[in-house]
């Protein structure tokens, strides 16, 4: 491990720990001036049928060669490869193709292969902004056979404009990288994209000044019979140009547990280095109507993180967790760089926020490297035969003489352990809850430290972080004026804290008794049944109280 590895451990503890992460060659470039990438894709709803997809780039965004091969075993052995065309010269121009890979639909035993494909009249990568568009085709036999290609377009638009705002020759509607992968729905799926806005004269708008300029978008992909598919496109996710340069890009898709969607957007700080790099998130109840995108913060302190303007991947597992894979840098970066080290964290799924104590590194810089080194562009799935996190990723030198970067994929046991969340219903106005705020500032720094979540809950709202300053409490604090975390918490009282095992209510009750009745107090209490119900988790069983009447200020029905 080098000295920045371990600087950069030493502010995640969970990285300095004996890590299940193993680093194997996927594919090895031939040679230099060719950069492998390659991922490795499930083509049916069941088993273990695989395609690969072999690129190789000499340049920034553009694919000079591609490779399909096959495997029946899980990816132990493969067939042959098979050229994939991606690019021809057309009178317009040459076409250029980048595959985006492939999904499948498991509900409705389908395969989809997506990827973005526009002519570009000289081959400059830049005029794909105006020519981009996203194609895809369907197979229901891992793809021995498939449907015609189709361009992906909403009902009733016109040729020339497949959506709302996109308009072909004019600007471009792309999925970002393979990182952007569809998420399920009952009867399709989400796919989100990126699309390059315009002036009202027609010509490309770039407000925040950087190399690119785009903001995110989700589409709604349904089932229309068995090969067809419609579409239909959901509001902005527009980030602000005086805060990204780069508007809101490459974006994301997670669900968290009360059904809201979760996209997490690369930004950047491209020719302004005095911005901060960010990740950026919104949320959804419908994946149509998006909340602006504010800075991603970690669930258990609300601060922001440094990010490069790079990828990065929401991962749901069968264990029922939700991973981002990205990168995090100990200081702010400047623009795409640096694009180390690669990290994989969990996400809290009642707050969509990325659990810090988490956090744990995949690879890094070695000693010696070349800082110009790239672990991005990546493609993370979840190996059915192993339940392995497997990210497969390029160790790119993007050197002026040539690119360099053999094919790798890491190999990652997740963690399944029980995993804890607390969550402590207070409110502003009353001096019960306030009293307790030692308290709660007490349990948090010793139970966060063991890897619990925390969140307070405001019922009535009011300004949560005036309240949480004056009362220094550290934990992020969230409005539940709609009373949903109440009802699911069964809280009634503050202050009374709630706590969850896997999403599933294990305690919910006092504090501890230190009140015996609203203005009885003593001053050390007899029974801590928060702290009790936490060690008996943490020790892997069950509280032995599971409720404990909280006493304080109501929550209104």
């Known amino acids: 491990m080098t000295r920045r590895s371990l600087l950069f451990a030493a502010a995640f503890p969970a990285i300095a720990a004996a890590q299940a992460i193993r680093r194997e060659i996927f594919i090895k470039s031939p040679g230099k001036g060719n950069a492998v990438m390659a991922s490795a894709y499930y083509v049916k709803p069941n088993g273990l049928d695989m395609i690969s997809v072999e690129q190789r780039w000499s340049r920034s965004d553009t694919i000079d060669t591609a490779f399909i091969r096959r495997s029946k075993d899980n990816g132990k052995t493969w067939s042959a490869p098979v050229e994939q065309p991606t690019g021809e010269v057309r009178p317009q121009g040459r076409l250029r193709r980048h595959l985006r890979g492939y999904w499948v639909d498991a509900k409705h035993g389908a395969a989809v292969e997506i990827w ?46 497949p959506f709302s705002d996109v308009f072909l020759g004019k600007n471009s509607i792309t999925i970002g990288d393979q990182t952007s992968q569809p998420l399920a729905t009952d009867n399709g799926f989400l796919l989100p994209v990126e699309i390059t806005p315009l002036k009202p004269d027609g010509t490309l708008d770039n407000p925040g000044g950087g190399y690119t ?45 009360d059904g809201r969607y979760l996209c997490v957007m690369r930004g950047a700080n491209d020719r302004k280095p005095e911005l901060p790099g960010l990740r950026w998130v919104s949320y959804s109840k419908d994946a149509i109507a ?19 303007s790079a990828c990065s991947q929401l991962l749901h597992h069968s264990n029922g967790r939700l991973y981002w894979i990205g990168n995090i840098t100990p200081q702010n970066p400047r623009g795409n760089r640096p694009r180390y080290p690669l990290v994989i964290g969990e996400v809290d799924l009642d707050t969509g926020l990325l659990r810090k104590n988490t956090v744990r590194t995949i690879d890094t810089r070695a000693d010696g490297e070349d800082e110009i080194l790239t672990l991005s562009n990546f493609y993370a799935r979840e190996d059915r035969a192993t339940r392995e996190i497997v990210v497969h ?124 009745d609203f203005g009885k107090y003593r001053n050390q209490p007899q029974h801590r049944e928060l702290r009790d119900a936490l060690d008996a988790v943490l020790a892997g069983g069950k509280p032995k109280v599971s409720t404990a009447k909280a006493v304080g200020c109501a929550i209104p029905a």
């Open 393 to 516: 990723c390029t160790r790119l030198f993007a050197f002026p003489n040539g690119w360099e970067g053999d094919a790798y994929a890491y190999r990652i046991t997740p963690d399944d352990g029980p995993r804890a969340s607390v969550q402590i219903f207070v409110r502003t106005d009353c001096p019960v809850s306030n009293r307790y705020a030692p308290e709660i500032a007490a349990i948090y720094e010793q139970y966060s430290a063991k890897g619990v979540d925390f969140q307070l809950v405001y019922p009535l709202g009011g300004d949560i972080e005036k309240h949480r300053a004056e009362y220094r409490l550290p934990m992020p604090g969230i409005a539940d004026t709609g009373r949903d975390l109440s009802r699911r918490a069964k809280a009634s009282t503050t202050p009374q804290a709630a706590v969850f095992v896997n999403g599933q209510l294990v305690y919910t009750g006092r504090i501890d008794d230190r009140y015996v």
């Open 213 to 257: 300029y785009h903001y995110s978008a989700i589409l709604h992909a349904t089932w229309k019979n068995k090969t067809e598919l419609e579409w239909r496109i959901s509001n902005r996710i527009e980030g602000d140009p005086a805060r990204t340069t780069r508007g809101t890009i490459e974006p994301t898709l997670g669900r968290l547990r």
């Open 290 to 308: 998006w909340t602006k995108p504010e800075p991603w913060t970690y669930a258990e302190t609300g601060e922001t993180f440094f990010s490069p």
């Open 116 to 161: 973005n494909e526009g002519i570009l009249p000289t081959d400059d990568p830049l005029e794909g902004l105006r020519q981009w568009q996203v194609y895809y085709t369907v197979s229901r036999d891992g793809f021995v056979t498939r449907t015609p290609v189709r361009m992906a377009r909403q009902n009733g638009q016109p040729e020339n404009s």
